[in-house]
């Protein structure tokens, strides 16, 4: 009697915990969101992210908070003897933190670490080429998102890439894009929507996006978007976000359905901060 009191007393515990954790959490992160944001922090995003004072007060304001709770409870970690500052920090913060600003609430659960290299790095590659025979190589990477825990990234690239905001090409938007891809464990170009009734439609904009966009780059005509993106649709997905952001006005000239698919999903306009 008193080993399945103990015992329904444990489950009641974890039942209990299952149900309070999350409560527990928003508060936390809402507690950090209104810690003071340190000036130097702010100068370096103004120095940093070049869309920054483009941005609405109202943008600004959550998105400090986000950067605090992403500081918080992410962990940088610094590769090939790289030394990750302030800077790098939160630099990475701000830009990861744009995709944030739908307010989901989600702050990319899955990933615990942001492994940062000094400039390209290589890694070891295997493709199938025949029956039991894989070819094996070295690759060169500027970044990548990975369905465990962890992201990767080149802080040369990163400070090329906030240098030149306005080419549509960013390692940090891509690889948190697929990280918003692999939320439900699949990277297939399709994150988590708001409504059920959202997936038919996205389906549909994002897949004529898709093929004209392979279509294009067979042809080898010119792209709004980087040819990339034809490699496949989680790709797909993760370079029209870099474009989203960076070339919103050519994005909505030219592809006016799938810009305003990306807008209703992260609830922002940027053409509006150009």
Not at 87 to 104: G, P, Q, Y
Not at 181 to 210: C, F, R
Request: hydrophobic share 40%; charged share 20%.
């Amino acid at each position: 009697m008193i080993k399945t009191i103990i015992a329904f007393l444990i489950i009641g515990l974890i039942i209990a915990g299952i149900l309070i954790n999350p409560i527990i959490v928003k508060r936390r992160r809402n507690r950090l969101k209104h810690l003071p944001f340190p000036p130097l922090w702010n100068a370096i995003i103004e120095n940093n992210l070049p869309i920054y004072t483009c941005l609405s007060p109202d943008e600004i304001r959550r998105l400090k908070g986000h950067i605090q709770v992403f500081l918080a409870e992410k962990q940088f970690i610094g590769c090939r003897g790289l030394k990750v500052t302030q800077e790098m920090k939160i630099t990475l913060a701000a830009v990861a933190c744009l995709l944030l600003l739908n307010e989901r609430g989600q702050y990319f659960p899955k990933l615990r670490s942001i492994l940062v290299y000094p400039n390209t790095y290589f890694v070891k590659e295997t493709t199938p080429i025949g029956n039991y025979v894989v070819e094996e190589k070295r690759v060169a990477r500027l970044g990548e998102s990975w369905t465990t825990d962890q992201l990767v990234v080149s802080w040369e690239q990163v400070k090329q890439d906030t240098t030149n905001w306005r080419d549509g090409r960013n390692v940090v938007l891509h690889e948190f894009a697929h990280q918003l891809d692999q939320e439900d464990g699949k990277a297939e170009g399709v994150p988590i929507l708001q409504h059920n009734s959202d997936y038919p439609i996205w389906a549909k904009v994002m897949t004529e996006a898709y093929q004209q966009l392979c279509n294009d780059v067979l042809q080898n005509a010119k792209t709004v978007m980087d040819s990339y993106g034809a490699t496949n649709p989680a790709e797909f997905f993760a370079v029209a976000t870099e474009t989203f952001f960076e070339k919103p006005q050519q994005l909505l000239s030219k592809h006016s359905a799938l810009y305003e698919q990306l807008q209703r999903y992260y609830k922002l306009d940027p053409v509006q901060w150009v």
